[in-house]
């Protein structure tokens, strides 16, 4: 069965501080990797990683992927309150559904 | 340009009752997925579909739970005779017409509460 894993599980930082999310996987069929963001309400489209080693970024968001290892990591630099989410990720396994982690629960303390 | 549209956001329904949850996808996306997430618990897929056919219905419990997309009209899903465990958000997401790679956007979510 196909499992994504994501660590920590929860994370307290101070503003400014910068942190490294973590996501592996164990798959059948790999596609791509999305990651997305969760405040009270819907996941947001964050990046979208298809190759391996291709740093995509978006301000002070970036993410890379490992598919030798199995592994995406999402950075966020001089985090803010505002970053405070859970921060999903989610595989797609070529079986036309996100298989989702549990996420991690990123808190910014000012 | 507007997003992926659910309602209602909020569903209040007893015991026994039926929910009806509606999504629209974002306009030039004909496929629609269902995720729920249950209190402090990670997104789980539902069903897959694209207008009027059900593609995948794996994650969907096989009693009291339906979906559709009708050729006009809105995805619906469906939940007959709710029970107190069915309180959850329920997120529909979309993605374009075929492409090589499954970029899905979601819906605000319909949070329904079973009293």
């Known amino acids: 069965e196909d499992k994504v894993v994501q660590s920590p599980l929860s994370l307290v930082v101070h503003e400014g501080d910068t942190v490294t999310l973590n996501c592996s996987y164990e798959?059948?069929?790999?596609?791509?990797l999305l990651w997305y963001k969760q405040e009270k309400k819907a996941p947001t489209f964050l990046f979208m990683l298809t190759s391996s080693g291709i740093e995509k970024k978006s301000g002070r968001l970036s993410s890379i992927l490992d598919k030798k290892e199995l592994f995406s990591i999402l950075n966020i630099t001089a985090t803010q309150t505002g970053d405070s989410a859970v921060y999903l990720c989610a595989p797609d396994f070529g079986n036309e559904k996100l298989t989702f982690g549990t996420g991690t629960r990123l808190t910014i303390i000012p | 340009n507007a997003g992926v549209m659910q309602n209602p956001r909020h569903l209040v329904r007893r015991r026994g009752q039926e929910a009806r949850l509606r999504c629209s996808p974002m306009?030039?996306?004909?496929?629609v997925y269902w995720y729920r997430q249950l209190p402090e618990e990670g997104l789980k897929f539902m069903v897959y579909l694209q207008k009027e056919n059900i593609i995948d219905e794996s994650g969907m419990p096989k009693e009291r739970f339906s979906a559709e997309f009708p050729k006009e009209g809105p995805s619906i899903l469906r939940i007959q005779q709710v029970v107190r465990g069915d309180s959850a958000a329920y997120f529909c997401?979309?993605?374009?017409?075929?492409?090589?790679?499954?970029?899905?956007?979601f819906g605000p979510g319909t949070r329904l509460t079973v009293l």
């Open positions: 997401a979309s993605s374009p017409d075929r492409t090589l790679y499954n970029e899905q956007f």
């Open positions: 306009k030039g996306h004909s496929h």
């Open positions: 798959v059948t069929n790999f596609r791509s």
